[in-house]
């Protein structure tokens, strides 16, 4: 038979299926509809037979796999696409071929909605509560995964869906948008909407005072997070009858979870009015299931799973599955822009160093557009400094280059976002629309010192970037610049905050857009075709900062474009988020390949990771008091006080300490050529971590909690390994480490940053040095849990402390790095590295931190800031 022809019957049976009652009806139609153009041979009826055998196959029950989710064992009770399902046919195949992201897209969406499906509760149950937690990255397409999620669920027996979407009407609206287009328009006589896209289209008490009966229809709300209509849901749900009740099957979906859902009140018992709402309405219902999503989830994985007197789960806390969704392919999150964790942290790959895409902003730039302080606001007149101008100019030159290469049709998006005030934000609009016009003037006039300008930052930029980021063409500066005057035509300036009048709409054709954006832009608002950002608004909680990272998703046909303006220390704190971010996904993940955790035991863990005090003070009550564990980890210095001679000095001091004692006590292991000695007393370790220096922004690391877990471990950490990590070059150590004599170097090259800022070398440790201590070695690539486990195979429970004598003139490998410079020490360096033993979910005496409360500063987040406006009866 021919399969090519065999595969296309399959395809045009699946979509005729979501409109059909049985797979032999679709592939009847299927037959009629090409009888009118060519009459069917044997052969053809033979291969439609085939195709329909085929199709149905695909439908069959399959193995319920979970390999991206901590759960609760329960029965598994949805096992894929059924005989009679519509929604989900219908979804997958208008996001294969009507959205144009192809079958492999589709099919890897449909994977990722099937074990979040899996996970909820069974809608053929009368009473249920059940509660997950859905952890994507920013920009990353949580909608496609949410929307999938609700298309299995309706055809699965749900029949009541809530979106519980934003703070804003701008993020109800979009959601409410994204809903209609791609899962009500799929099969719009099965759905009743109780909002709408329109401004005042958010939920309010129906004229019946009740839902529906759901005998044949299926019934959605989008809901703004705001108490009114909250209100309004509320009390709906308790004046409708109890018959209508018990029939619903009840999905609630909270898109940004971790925001205004999560009891931000100083008094768990006082619960602030939307979490509150939120919790009220869950009980509400016979049978729920709520599913947060986000991608920050640390206020939720940091609530109190057990609040009140420890025996009552809090009604939002995810206690039956938490999901990571995996990593998209081609999606640009900090991984990709800042690079990971380096195989071998001498000779990092350009993919473990990141990308080249961030240009600093001086001081100096930042001054002329924000004001020193609140109180000079009022009178305070921003100008435009030379990097916004250069970002300005390279935005106008991506936006022709996207039209060279056929993108016209697409929307194109710088963000402006220096400040949270409002005040700010017209007077940065207004002065950037004054240069917008100034410049479609010179432009036009072909004015020769533009044009240059504009040339030589296009040149600056091009090739930057590796070869084979994108699959577009390189598009050259004589290309571009006849393009000049249509974007120039087509480029407007608008605000985005909750007061603007003049706000992105990306519903009516396309747009290229300069965005001078306020908070609402910090929280789930798509940028549509972002390709320019120019950022200075702080903020000192990571979860918002990491949410203000709209630069983070897609760039399909111009991922060489994006670029990023923006402050020193704001890139340090994203660098120093990437970090926290990344070892959150990893415990997530090593607790789903051990199989055996719960998520309310997943609860404790999080709250053990050094470095989790990363959201509102308010949000983090139940970790106040958290316990930090060290079980199964590596930790390692990595920026260093290198220009401080006291510290240097002293550092050395404590390693030659260290290492004389070691040989004193001689625990040399003479097997080996390396300096490594075994068996080595605790109290020496203690006593070289008392004495050694960690430079102070180490917020996962301290002196306190390393020697505090030490101690609270009793006689598992009795006895310890210790080596010297020396390099295989020649380069030897001024000073002698004690009585081991001079020592061979390591190099280690520094992060770009400011003279007086700490030396940032991103990562001491490779991955082979985990197995220092150990006579074996291991082909291939294998990751740090991988190495870690062999290691206590040979070795046992004992830890490893590593020493690193760091050369002070390391350089880079690389003399043309775009990423890093000399490290320029004062004197040679000492890191350390320690690895602990046993399973990271393992139990065992922990020690307990008080972790600081913020400043007051620091608490002016957005969420705050947010509730804080409504609260006072606006509406947003």
């Not at 409360?853 to 987040?861: Q, V």
Request: glycine share 6%; aromatic share 8%; proline share 5%.
């Amino acid at each position: 038979m021919d399969q090519h022809q065999i595969q296309s019957f399959v395809k045009q049976i699946k979509k005729q299926y979501p409109s059909c009652e049985s797979v032999e009806q679709a592939a009847e139609r299927v037959k009629e509809e090409l009888e009118a153009f060519f009459p069917f041979t044997q052969e053809h009826l033979d291969q439609l037979s085939e195709a329909q055998r085929i199709f149905a196959e695909s439908l069959k029950p399959i193995e319920t796999l979970h390999k991206n989710s901590i759960y609760r064992l329960h029965k598994d009770w949805y096992t894929g696409t059924a005989a009679g399902d519509k929604h989900w046919p219908a979804l997958e195949d208008y996001i294969a071929y009507a959205k144009g992201w192809g079958e492999d897209t589709a099919g890897k969406i449909g994977t990722a909605s099937y074990e979040v499906t899996s996970l909820l509760a069974d809608p053929n149950q009368s009473k249920f509560k059940h509660r997950g937690l859905v952890v994507g990255y920013v920009q990353s397409g949580k909608t496609a995964n949410m929307t999938a999620v609700i298309a299995r669920a309706v055809d699965a027996g749900y029949n009541f869906v809530i979106i519980l979407a934003g703070l804003t009407n701008k993020l109800r609206q979009q959601t409410q948008r994204r809903m209609v287009k791609d899962l009500v328009e799929r099969h719009p006589t099965s759905w009743h909407q109780w909002t709408s896209v329109d401004d005042d289209g958010d939920f309010r008490m129906p004229p019946g005072r009740s839902f529906l009966m759901p005998e044949n229809v299926l019934q959605l709300c989008v809901v703004k997070k705001n108490v009114s209509p909250l209100d309004a849901f509320l009390k709906t749900v308790e004046r409708s009858p109890a018959a209508i009740l018990n029939k619903l099957k009840v999905l609630i979906i909270d898109d940004e979870c971790d925001q205004a859902s999560v009891n931000a009140s100083s008094n768990e018992l006082d619960v602030t009015a939307i979490n509150g709402r939120i919790r009220e309405i869950v009980k509400a219902f016979p049978a729920v299931s709520y599913v947060g999503y986000t991608a920050t989830p640390f206020a939720n994985v940091l609530i109190n799973p057990y609040p009140n007197d420890n025996s009552q789960i809090d009604d939002l806390y995810p206690k039956d599955f938490i999901t990571a969704l995996e990593l998209p392919e081609g999606y640009f999150g900090t991984e990709k822009l800042f690079g990971k964790d380096p195989v071998d942290a001498e000779n990092p790959s350009p993919e473990e160093e990141g990308l080249d895409m961030i240009r600093e902003v001086v001081p100096e730039d930042a001054s002329l557009l924000q004001p020193s302080s609140r109180k000079e606001t009022e009178d305070f007149q921003p100008e435009i400094p030379p990097s916004l101008e250069e970002a300005l100019l390279y935005f106008i030159a991506c936006s022709a280059a996207r039209r060279v290469r056929g993108d016209e049709d697409e929307h194109m998006t710088m963000l402006v976002h220096t400040s949270v005030r409002t005040i700010m934000h017209e007077k940065v609009e207004s002065l950037i629309s004054g240069w917008v016009a100034l410049r479609k003037r010179d432009f036009r006039t072909e004015s020769r010192e533009w044009f240059e300008r504009l040339s030589s930052i296009w040149s600056k930029e091009s090739g930057r970037l590796p070869d084979d980021i994108t699959q577009a063409s390189p598009v050259s500066f004589d290309e571009l610049k006849d393009r000049i005057p249509e974007v120039l035509d087509a480029l407007e300036v608008v605000v985005e905050n909750g007061f603007s009048d003049n706000r992105i709409d990306y519903e009516n054709g396309p747009k290229t857009y300069i965005v001078v954006g306020g908070s609402v832009l910090a929280r789930g608002l798509t940028l549509e075709g972002l390709m320019v950002s120019y950022f200075l608004r702080s903020t000192n909680q990571y979860d918002t900062l990491l949410q203000m990272g709209r630069w983070f998703g897609f760039r399909p046909n111009y991922e060489d474009l994006p670029r990023i303006w923006t402050t020193a220390s704001l890139e340090d704190s994203f660098r120093s988020l990437a970090r926290i971010e990344a070892e959150v996904r990893e415990d997530i993940s090593e607790y789903v390949s051990r199989g055996n955790i719960t998520p309310m035991e997943f609860a404790v863990r999080v709250r053990r990771i050094p470095g989790m005090a990363i959201t509102s003070a308010a949000k983090m009550r139940a970790a106040q008091v958290c316990d930090i564990s060290f079980v199964g980890k590596h930790v390692q210095t990595i920026r260093f006080d290198h220009k401080d001679e006291d510290i240097v000095l002293r550092n050395w001091r404590a390693a030659s300490e260290l290492i004389s004692s070691c040989k004193s006590l001689n625990t040399a292991d003479e097997t080996t050529e390396e300096l490594l000695f075994k068996r080595v007393p605790k109290n020496l370790i203690r006593k070289f971590l008392l004495n050694y220096a960690i430079q102070e922004s180490h917020r996962e690391l301290s002196t306190e909690l390393l020697v505090g877990y030490i101690d609270s471990a009793g006689d598992e950490l009795s006895e310890w390994n210790v080596g010297v990590y020396q390099a295989r070059g020649d380069r030897l150590s001024k000073d002698p480490m004690g009585n081991a004599g001079q020592v061979r170097l390591t190099n280690r090259s520094k992060l770009e940053a400011p003279p007086e800022e700490a030396a940032d070398i991103k990562a001491l440790m490779s991955k082979k040095d985990i197995l220092f201590d150990c006579q074996k070695t291991i082909a291939g690539e294998r990751d740090w849990a991988d190495l870690k486990r062999a290691r206590e195979q040979e070795i046992g429970s004992v830890p490893l402390l590593l020493i690193y004598p760091i050369a002070h003139d390391s350089k880079p490998k690389n003399d043309n790095s775009k990423f890093r410079e000399k490290l320029d020490a004062v004197g040679d360096l000492i890191g350390f590295g320690i690895v602990f033993p046993g399973n990271s979910e393992g139990s065992g005496r922990y020690y307990h931190v008080v972790v600081n409360a913020p400043s007051a500063d620091e608490l002016e987040s957005l969420d705050e800031e947010i509730a804080s406006y409504l609260e006072s009866g606006h509406v947003i």
